[in-house]
Every structure is written in C-alpha cells, then in structure tokens.
C-alpha cells in the first residue's frame, strides 16, 4: 500500500521561473493538504482540497501560489514567477476523512537560485 | 492566533533513559492532538495521538494530555539511538467556528540519543 507520493523529491528554480509540486494521496484517500516548512521554522499549512475542490487556502500567499486537486490525477501546487523566498520544504499530506490522521509525502525542497 | 509552543531543545538524554518531550498551545477549544517524529530532510512520521485527558500508551511512548493546563507530553521509554530526531507537536483546533482539519505545527524539539 503506497504512501503519499510526492515528486519531484528537489527542484531547482531561478528567479522568475514556474515551479510545479505534485502529490498523488494515498489510496483510499480524497482529502489533500499543503504544508510548507522553511528552514528553522514550523510547518505551516496552506491550502486544503478535495477532488476537484479548493476547501480552505488561506495559508496560501494571494499571489503567485495556487492549487489544484482534478478528478483524475494527482494534486499539484503551482508557484508562479518564484522568488528566493519560497525556498522551502514542501510536504503534502492526505487523509481518508477530514481531520483524521495526515500521512505525510516525502516532500520537494524548492531551493530558487 | 493559535500557537504551538514546544522548547527547540537539543534535548540530550543517555541510552535507556526516559525522554520527556512537553507542548503547549494556546487554543482551548483544540479537540486533538498529534506527535510528528520527523529525521533530518525526511517527512513527518505520525508516532502518537490522543484526544481525551489522560495517558495513552503505545510501545515505548506515551502520550499524556492536560486539556485543563493546555498541556501535551510525549515520553518515550528506553531512548534508543534510532530516536534520535526532531518531534512535533501538532494540534487540531476545532473551537466554535474554527476549521477542524488545520493542523498547527510546534517548531520541533530536537531529542539527541547518546549511546
């Protein structure tokens, strides 16, 4: 039964270009959740989807950031135009109910050059 | 604003030894409560959850949670080398009105096992 799958595992960005996470859940499981941990720092969520529907994304900065979770496919978040700011770990996590349990992804480091 | 607050540590205890790992947050109306074991660069590992005052115990942890106090603690008994990483506490704040799905994450408490 595979975990939460996140790729890429690293991304390197320069300045202004588009960054693209993905996440597939796992199985059984429709609830997604973005968390974005930066260095010294707490994770910290950002956005909750279900299929095809943004719940809450008031962890997400207004601009730039945005996500999605289609009916087929797996979850993505886009960062547009990235700064070095946004160098980060992102984890998505997922859950077969909401407020259940999060299982983890292994998560992509974004370092933006 | 809801916090978590836990001591970034290191916490250094010998092999054997009984870890002792508190959180406090600031939200009364939190429902449930979460233990993240997270190794450096790896995600978070869910080791331990509790909702209701009192002990749970699982293995060589235990939770205990103080709703009164606002209070969270992980012991893990016989500290072995491999628990050496950083843990989370997270809390799920489902106050009146609140999103009961929003995890607030603790910045960590770094536990060092020395053999």
């Known amino acids: 039964n595979a975990g939460v799958m996140q790729n890429p595992r690293h991304l390197v960005r320069r300045r202004g270009q588009e960054a693209r996470l993905r996440c597939s859940p796992m199985k059984g499981h429709s609830h997604v959740y973005w968390y974005r941990q930066l260095p010294e720092e707490g994770l910290k969520f950002m956005v909750y989807?279900?299929?095809?529907?943004?719940?809450?994304e008031s962890g997400m900065p207004k601009e730039r950031f945005s996500a999605e979770f289609p009916k087929e496919g797996p979850s993505i978040l886009r960062i547009q135009q990235v700064v070095r700011g946004d160098s980060a770990a992102y984890f998505c996590?997922?859950?077969?109910?909401?407020?259940?349990?999060?299982?983890f992804g292994s998560g992509t480091q974004l370092s933006v050059l | 604003q809801k916090e978590v607050e836990q001591n970034s540590g290191p916490l250094s205890v010998p092999e054997g030894a009984i870890a002792s790992l508190n959180c406090t947050y600031s939200?009364?109306?939190?429902?449930?409560f979460f233990w993240y074991r997270q190794y450096s660069g790896k995600s978070p590992e869910l080791i331990m959850f509790i909702y209701s005052n009192g002990d749970k115990e699982d293995g060589r942890f235990t939770a205990q949670l103080n709703k009164a106090s606002q209070y969270v603690s992980l012991l893990i008994r016989d500290s072995q080398p491999s628990d050496s990483a950083t843990y989370l506490c997270?809390?799920?704040?489902?106050?009146?009105?609140?999103?009961?799905?929003?995890?607030?994450f603790g910045k960590g408490t770094l536990l060092t096992v020395n053999p």
């Open positions: 989807l279900q299929k095809e529907n943004i719940i809450d």
């Open positions: 996590a997922s859950s077969r109910e909401v407020a259940e349990k999060l299982f």
């Open positions: 939200d009364r109306g939190s429902q449930s």
């Open positions: 997270a809390v799920n704040g489902a106050s009146s009105g609140g999103s009961n799905y929003k995890l607030t």
